[in-house]
């Protein structure tokens, strides 16, 4: 990102999901580094030394309105961190669909919303820096979580293409991927209720202990946030960013250097199934 200030005014960005986890985290930090933040939710939650913005990741009207706000209030835009979303559980077979398209509008297509809106103003000043939240979830898909798996793969196809695009424009897209970390995230996801005699029931409920668990002893929402400033602060960003213990991160390599199946019986134990 073209370097336009120094000292303890970084630039103005905006973060969503800024109420709770990983995205209150990482408002917090850049307050306290000498962003000016915006930090958008549903709920309009602010934190110390930064501007709450109410704003709903899954309305175009909304999304367009708040980084409006965001320019009126500070007179530009310099980076946007899309950290919005949630967790979706349970067997493909027994999800309903409208839960699979909520899921997909608000992890997926809500950082598309705010791209989209915020590209113009980084563009006529000629240049800034995205950040995408992704996941661990997106490279290795997570069984028992295929929606929410399937919105951070199309987040890592989506952000890849799109650094192509507006790299001409001085424009870096940075891809962070965390692996479990401690938030709410856990007590927020939406399950799939199954009756007891469903042939996923045991399964099912094996998989989603065993990532809660993972999740209660994952990293702490601020290591992402150090890594996320990470993202918007270095001169040269790599195009991804991951961010968790090394037992899960190692499982990005292992997936591109092992033949599948071995990766895939030596994922199952990890993964619950």
Not at 116 to 124: D, E, F, V, Y
Not at 172 to 201: H, I, K, M, Q
């Amino acid at each position: 990102m073209r370097r336009r200030r120094s000292g303890t005014d970084r630039g103005v960005v905006l973060v969503t999901g800024a109420s709770a986890g990983i995205g209150r985290a990482t408002a917090d930090l850049l307050a306290a580094r000498g962003w000016t933040v915006h930090g958008a939710s549903r709920r309009g939650a602010g934190g110390p030394g930064w501007a709450p913005l109410t704003m709903d990741v899954d309305r175009d009207d909304d999304v367009a309105a708040g980084v409006r706000s965001v320019v009126a209030a500070s007179g530009r835009i310099d980076a946007a961190v899309a950290g919005a979303g949630w967790g979706l559980s349970g067997p493909v077979e027994a999800t309903a669909l409208a839960d699979a398209r909520d899921q997909l509008e608000t992890n997926f297509f809500g950082a598309v919303r705010v791209v989209q809106a915020a590209l113009p103003h980084l563009r006529a000043q000629g240049g800034g820096r995205i950040v995408l939240v992704s996941s661990l979830g997106g490279a290795i898909g997570i069984p028992f979580q295929a929606f929410y798996s399937a919105s951070k793969f199309a987040m890592e196809g989506f952000g890849e293409a799109l650094a192509y695009e507006v790299a001409p424009f001085g424009i870096d897209v940075v891809l962070v991927e965390p692996g479990n970390v401690r938030t709410d995230f856990t007590a927020s996801r939406r399950d799939v209720v199954l009756g007891a005699d469903d042939p996923y029931a045991t399964a099912s409920a094996k998989a989603v202990s065993k990532m809660e668990s993972d999740e209660a002893a994952g990293v702490d929402p601020a290591s992402v946030a150090a890594t996320v400033v990470r993202a918007l602060e270095s001169s040269r960003p790599p195009r991804r960013l991951s961010v968790g213990h090394p037992g899960e991160r190692i499982g990005l390599l292992a997936k591109r250097v092992l033949p599948y199946r071995l990766f895939e019986w030596g994922a199952r134990s990890s993964l619950g199934v």
